[in-house]
T-cell receptor
Protein backbone atom coordinates (compact mmCIF):
# COMPACT_ATOMS: atom_id res chain seq x y z
CA UNK A 1 0.00 0.00 0.00
CA UNK A 2 1.15 3.52 -0.77
CA UNK A 3 -0.67 4.82 2.32
CA UNK A 4 -1.60 8.50 2.15
CA UNK A 5 -0.27 10.39 -0.85
CA UNK A 6 -0.34 14.14 -1.47
CA UNK A 7 0.37 16.23 -4.54
CA UNK A 8 2.02 18.56 -5.23
CA UNK A 9 4.92 18.51 -2.78
CA UNK A 10 5.51 22.23 -3.19
CA UNK A 11 3.52 25.05 -4.77
CA UNK A 12 3.92 28.80 -5.18
CA UNK A 13 0.80 30.88 -5.79
CA UNK A 14 0.07 34.53 -6.29
CA UNK A 15 -2.53 36.22 -4.12
CA UNK A 16 -5.99 35.60 -5.55
CA UNK A 17 -5.13 32.44 -7.45
CA UNK A 18 -7.02 29.23 -6.77
CA UNK A 19 -5.71 25.71 -6.63
CA UNK A 20 -6.51 22.20 -5.43
CA UNK A 21 -4.31 20.14 -3.14
CA UNK A 22 -4.77 16.46 -3.84
CA UNK A 23 -4.95 13.70 -1.24
CA UNK A 24 -5.52 10.01 -1.79
CA UNK A 25 -5.38 6.92 0.40
CA UNK A 26 -5.49 3.24 -0.56
CA UNK A 27 -6.29 1.81 2.86
CA UNK A 28 -10.09 1.99 2.49
CA UNK A 29 -10.24 4.42 5.40
CA UNK A 30 -13.56 6.08 6.12
CA UNK A 31 -12.18 9.12 7.89
CA UNK A 32 -10.02 11.72 6.16
CA UNK A 33 -8.90 15.14 7.26
CA UNK A 34 -6.84 18.17 6.28
CA UNK A 35 -4.55 20.07 8.64
CA UNK A 36 -2.31 23.05 8.28
CA UNK A 37 0.92 23.46 10.21
CA UNK A 38 2.52 26.82 10.83
CA UNK A 39 5.93 27.53 12.43
CA UNK A 40 5.92 27.00 16.18
CA UNK A 41 2.44 25.56 16.17
CA UNK A 42 0.82 22.20 16.16
CA UNK A 43 -1.51 21.00 13.45
CA UNK A 44 -4.85 22.74 13.09
CA UNK A 45 -7.80 20.96 11.55
CA UNK A 46 -9.25 22.60 8.43
CA UNK A 47 -11.92 20.16 7.25
CA UNK A 48 -12.68 16.50 7.73
CA UNK A 49 -14.86 13.77 6.28
CA UNK A 50 -16.31 10.70 7.97
CA UNK A 51 -17.16 9.03 4.68
CA UNK A 52 -17.89 9.57 1.01
CA UNK A 53 -20.37 12.40 0.56
CA UNK A 54 -19.95 13.74 4.10
CA UNK A 55 -17.72 16.65 5.09
CA UNK A 56 -17.56 19.05 8.01
CA UNK A 57 -15.58 22.02 9.20
CA UNK A 58 -12.64 21.93 11.59
CA UNK A 59 -10.97 24.73 13.54
CA UNK A 60 -9.83 26.91 10.60
CA UNK A 61 -12.12 26.28 7.59
CA UNK A 62 -12.32 29.80 6.15
CA UNK A 63 -10.90 30.11 2.65
CA UNK A 64 -10.96 26.36 1.99
CA UNK A 65 -13.46 23.98 0.41
CA UNK A 66 -13.51 20.20 0.36
CA UNK A 67 -15.52 17.42 -1.22
CA UNK A 68 -15.50 13.64 -0.82
CA UNK A 69 -16.94 11.94 -3.87
CA UNK A 70 -15.03 8.70 -3.32
CA UNK A 71 -13.59 6.89 -0.31
CA UNK A 72 -10.07 7.25 -1.69
CA UNK A 73 -9.85 10.97 -2.51
CA UNK A 74 -10.24 14.11 -0.43
CA UNK A 75 -9.10 17.23 -2.32
CA UNK A 76 -8.68 20.59 -0.61
CA UNK A 77 -9.48 23.69 -2.64
CA UNK A 78 -8.15 27.17 -1.99
CA UNK A 79 -10.70 29.52 -3.49
CA UNK A 80 -8.65 32.74 -3.57
CA UNK A 81 -5.19 32.31 -2.08
CA UNK A 82 -3.96 34.78 0.54
CA UNK A 83 -0.49 35.15 2.10
CA UNK A 84 -1.98 33.98 5.41
CA UNK A 85 -2.50 30.59 3.78
CA UNK A 86 1.23 30.07 3.41
CA UNK A 87 1.74 26.89 5.38
CA UNK A 88 2.45 23.19 5.23
CA UNK A 89 -0.68 21.17 4.56
CA UNK A 90 -1.12 17.59 5.73
CA UNK A 91 -3.79 15.12 4.79
CA UNK A 92 -4.56 12.22 7.13
CA UNK A 93 -6.81 9.19 7.19
CA UNK A 94 -7.99 6.62 9.70
CA UNK A 95 -10.35 3.69 9.79
CA UNK A 96 -12.94 5.76 11.59
CA UNK A 97 -13.38 8.88 13.62
CA UNK A 98 -15.72 10.29 16.18
CA UNK A 99 -16.43 8.31 19.32
CA UNK A 100 -14.22 5.49 18.13
CA UNK A 101 -11.38 7.66 16.95
CA UNK A 102 -8.57 5.59 15.61
CA UNK A 103 -4.99 6.44 14.80
CA UNK A 104 -4.61 8.84 11.91
CA UNK A 105 -1.98 8.22 9.25
CA UNK A 106 -0.47 11.29 7.67
CA UNK A 107 0.73 12.06 4.17
CA UNK A 108 4.11 13.71 3.47
CA UNK A 109 2.67 17.22 3.23
CA UNK A 110 2.35 20.00 0.66
CA UNK A 111 4.34 23.18 1.22
CA UNK A 112 2.40 26.19 -0.05
CA UNK A 113 3.82 29.66 -0.49
CA UNK A 114 1.43 32.50 -1.36
CA UNK A 115 3.08 35.68 -2.59
CA UNK B 1 15.13 23.59 5.71
CA UNK B 2 12.32 22.71 8.05
CA UNK B 3 10.30 25.75 9.05
CA UNK B 4 8.07 23.93 11.52
CA UNK B 5 9.04 24.13 15.15
CA UNK B 6 11.29 27.19 15.05
CA UNK B 7 10.03 28.44 18.40
CA UNK B 8 9.20 25.16 20.10
CA UNK B 9 10.43 24.20 23.56
CA UNK B 10 13.44 21.92 23.26
CA UNK B 11 14.46 18.96 25.36
CA UNK B 12 18.15 18.09 25.03
CA UNK B 13 19.33 14.67 26.17
CA UNK B 14 22.43 12.54 25.90
CA UNK B 15 22.31 9.41 23.81
CA UNK B 16 21.39 6.47 26.00
CA UNK B 17 19.53 8.53 28.59
CA UNK B 18 15.79 8.31 29.13
CA UNK B 19 13.63 11.16 27.81
CA UNK B 20 10.36 12.44 29.22
CA UNK B 21 8.20 14.73 27.12
CA UNK B 22 5.22 16.32 28.80
CA UNK B 23 1.90 17.57 27.49
CA UNK B 24 -0.98 19.34 29.21
CA UNK B 25 -4.25 18.71 27.41
CA UNK B 26 -7.13 21.09 27.40
CA UNK B 27 -10.40 19.23 27.73
CA UNK B 28 -11.50 17.00 30.57
CA UNK B 29 -13.98 15.32 28.18
CA UNK B 30 -11.17 14.02 25.96
CA UNK B 31 -11.06 10.23 25.95
CA UNK B 32 -8.35 9.31 23.47
CA UNK B 33 -4.78 10.55 23.26
CA UNK B 34 -2.00 10.00 20.77
CA UNK B 35 1.68 10.82 20.58
CA UNK B 36 3.13 11.62 17.17
CA UNK B 37 6.73 12.04 16.05
CA UNK B 38 7.56 14.42 13.22
CA UNK B 39 10.94 14.40 11.54
CA UNK B 40 12.11 17.28 9.42
CA UNK B 41 10.24 17.49 6.12
CA UNK B 42 7.89 14.62 6.91
CA UNK B 43 4.36 14.13 8.11
CA UNK B 44 3.59 13.14 11.71
CA UNK B 45 4.14 9.48 12.48
CA UNK B 46 2.11 7.56 15.07
CA UNK B 47 4.09 6.44 18.13
CA UNK B 48 1.62 5.29 20.76
CA UNK B 49 -1.91 5.94 21.92
CA UNK B 50 -3.92 5.58 25.12
CA UNK B 51 -7.60 5.70 25.99
CA UNK B 52 -8.97 7.40 29.06
CA UNK B 53 -9.80 4.13 30.82
CA UNK B 54 -6.07 3.49 31.18
CA UNK B 55 -3.31 5.39 32.95
CA UNK B 56 -0.29 3.71 31.40
CA UNK B 57 0.53 1.98 28.16
CA UNK B 58 3.84 0.59 26.98
CA UNK B 59 5.28 0.06 23.54
CA UNK B 60 8.72 -0.71 22.28
CA UNK B 61 11.03 1.68 24.19
CA UNK B 62 8.13 4.09 24.75
CA UNK B 63 5.63 4.49 27.57
CA UNK B 64 2.71 6.87 27.74
CA UNK B 65 1.33 7.97 31.10
CA UNK B 66 -2.05 9.63 31.52
CA UNK B 67 -3.07 11.62 34.60
CA UNK B 68 -6.68 12.65 34.13
CA UNK B 69 -6.82 14.45 37.46
CA UNK B 70 -4.43 17.15 36.28
CA UNK B 71 -5.01 16.65 32.53
CA UNK B 72 -1.43 15.64 31.89
CA UNK B 73 0.09 13.27 29.41
CA UNK B 74 3.72 12.21 29.18
CA UNK B 75 5.84 10.23 26.76
CA UNK B 76 8.84 8.37 28.09
CA UNK B 77 11.50 7.16 25.67
CA UNK B 78 13.99 4.66 27.06
CA UNK B 79 17.63 4.64 25.95
CA UNK B 80 17.17 7.61 23.64
CA UNK B 81 18.91 7.29 20.29
CA UNK B 82 19.98 9.89 17.69
CA UNK B 83 17.14 8.65 15.48
CA UNK B 84 14.68 9.81 18.13
CA UNK B 85 15.56 13.44 17.39
CA UNK B 86 12.34 15.02 16.12
CA UNK B 87 9.38 17.15 17.15
CA UNK B 88 6.87 15.30 19.31
CA UNK B 89 3.18 16.21 19.43
CA UNK B 90 0.46 15.05 21.73
CA UNK B 91 -3.10 15.03 20.40
CA UNK B 92 -6.44 14.62 22.17
CA UNK B 93 -9.84 13.58 20.95
CA UNK B 94 -12.93 14.73 22.75
CA UNK B 95 -15.56 12.04 23.25
CA UNK B 96 -18.22 12.20 20.58
CA UNK B 97 -16.32 14.55 18.31
CA UNK B 98 -14.58 13.77 15.06
CA UNK B 99 -11.58 15.96 15.76
CA UNK B 100 -8.04 15.56 17.01
CA UNK B 101 -6.66 18.63 18.78
CA UNK B 102 -2.88 18.88 18.63
CA UNK B 103 -0.53 20.47 21.12
CA UNK B 104 2.20 22.84 19.96
CA UNK B 105 4.95 20.21 20.14
CA UNK B 106 8.31 19.67 21.81
CA UNK B 107 11.60 19.33 19.98
CA UNK B 108 13.79 16.46 21.22
CA UNK B 109 17.51 16.88 20.51
CA UNK B 110 19.71 13.84 21.18
CA UNK B 111 23.42 14.48 21.59
CA UNK B 112 26.11 11.80 21.25
Amino acid sequence: NAGVTQTPKFQVLKTGQSMTLQCAQDMNHEYMSWYRQDPGMGLRLIHYSVGAGITDQGEVPNGYNVSRSTTEDFPLRLLSAAPSQTSVYFCASSTRGGKYQETQYFGPGTRLLVL
Amino acid sequence: GESVGLHLPTLSVQEGDNSIINCAYSNSASDYFIWYKQESGKGPQFIIDIRSNMDKRQGQRVTVLLNKTVKHLSLQIAATQPGDSAVYFCAENMAGYNKLIFGAGTRLAVHP
